[in-house]
T-cell receptor
Framework: GAVVSQHPSWVICKSGTSVKIECRSL??????MFWYRQFPKQSLMLMAT?????????EQGVEKDKFLINHASLTLSTLTVTSAHPEDSSFYIC??????????????FGDGTRLSIL | DAKTTQPTSMDCAEGRAANLPCNHS???????VYWYRQIHSQGPQYIIH???NNETNEMASLIITEDRKSSTLILPHATLRDTAVYYC????????????FGTGTSLTVIP
């Protein structure tokens, strides 16, 4: 149980294009999903918290107009990297937490999307 | 959320127990300790979590000291597939539920 699916797993595109990454909770509902970015040999950095039906909350230093987040249903959140440039190349990972009344439930992570901008 | 401190790297012989320590000396009463691991080029995998009692599941055991200022993740019989970066995270129940990852411990299981 508690499977999170991320798509695509790998994308290569030209500089200036926009890229959409999907994150789905397959067997549970998730009011809240999270987006992380990870550069080589570094730890995961939280980018934003995605809330179903409301605006995402971005961490300090993360451009909300650059990284558009939509959480339209309890099982799907999307991250769109707009006008991507080579410095946006990274490993993007989403996670989801099951919606339950008590909040010590762990987050479950997708397998990540490796984005390469040429 | 409380900051955690972990050794940068550790080695363990295959078949032996791997004991990964984590220091969280500023943990508060309502904060849980979570352990995840990340195998290269994959998303983090949940291992175990606890509040103050020791916990055990099919993957590992979590030992939390009585003062809750430190914990140890135990992999009872390490295999080569346990080679990964292990993250210890402390998070409270009443926060926004965010996880903030530290640098973790890179565990290498040696044949």
């Amino acid at each position: 149980g508690a499977v999170v699916s991320q798509h695509p797993s790998w994308v290569i595109c030209k500089s200036g294009t926009s890229v959409k990454i999907e994150c789905r909770s397959l067997d549970f509902q998730a009011t809240t999903m999270f987006w992380y970015r990870q550069f080589p040999k570094q730890s995961l950095m939280l980018m934003a918290t995605s809330n179903e039906g409301s605006k995402a909350t971005y961490e300090q230093g993360v451009e909300k107009d650059k990284f558009l987040i939509n959480h339209a249903s309890l099982t799907l959140s999307t991250l769109t990297v707009t006008s991507a440039h080579p410095e946006d190349s990274s490993f993007y990972i989403c996670s989801a937490r099951q919606t339950v009344s008590y909040s010590n439930q762990p987050q479950h992570f997708g397998d990540g999307t490796r984005l390469s901008i040429l | 959320d409380a900051k955690t401190t972990q050794p940068t790297s550790m080695d363990c012989a295959e078949g032996r127990a791997a004991n990964l320590p984590c220091n969280h000396s500023t943990i508060s009463g309502n904060e849980y300790v979570y352990w995840y691991r990340q195998i290269h080029s994959q998303g983090p995998q949940y291992i175990i979590h606890g509040l103050k009692n020791n916990e055990t599941n099919e993957m590992a055991s979590l030992i939390i000291t009585e003062d809750r200022k430190s914990s140890t993740l135990i992999l009872p019989h390490a295999t080569l597939r346990d080679t990964a970066v292990y993250y210890c995270i402390v998070r409270g129940r009443n926060t926004g539920n965010q996880f903030y990852f530290g640098t973790g411990t890179s565990l290498t299981v040696i044949p």
